[in-house]
């Protein structure tokens, strides 16, 4: 599983121009779901989302995570994430997992997420979204576990 995080400002996804997640302040996450995911993977990623420390604390350090700045989280499912982009110009997708593992890997890792924090919001998994953001810093990580 691969996540792409991004401290936000503000964040929003649109679907046929209906806004069907927004969050302030917090984090952005495109999740990708690789062929081997399961619940160990899962688990293991929510803990590290709402724990990685990449809010800035009283001395201006990366020290605080999304919970102690009562941040957003907003989830979107992104299979691009998966893509094997070594060779050639164009990403092979083969090494992604199906559509039918990445939605259930996606809503085991949204309600998993939402069991242990409120402020979550989510894209729809196989639409056309369209995603805005500021990135605040800009400050990027990929996660992969």
């Known amino acids: 599983m691969k996540a792409l995080i991004q401290r936000v400002t503000q964040a929003q996804v649109t679907v046929d121009t209906v806004v069907i997640g927004a969050i302030d302040q917090g984090l952005l996450v495109l999740v990708g779901v690789d062929p081997g995911d399961a619940a160990p993977n899962i688990e293991k990623m929510a803990h590290r989302l709402l724990n990685y420390r990449v809010f800035a604390d009283a001395d201006g350090r990366m020290n605080l995570n999304v ?58 998994f196989g639409a056309d979204m369209q995603v805005s953001l500021t990135n605040d810093g800009p400050v990027t990580f990929l996660l992969e576990n």
Do not use: N
């Open 67 to 124: 919970r102690q700045v009562m941040g957003g989280v907003l989830l979107v499912p992104q299979f691009t994430l998966s893509a094997d982009t070594r060779k050639g110009l164009r990403p092979s997708f083969t090494s992604a997992a199906s559509p039918e593992q990445g939605l259930s890997v996606f809503t085991a890792l949204v309600d998993t997420i939402k069991q242990q924090y409120e402020g979550v919001e989510t894209g729809q």
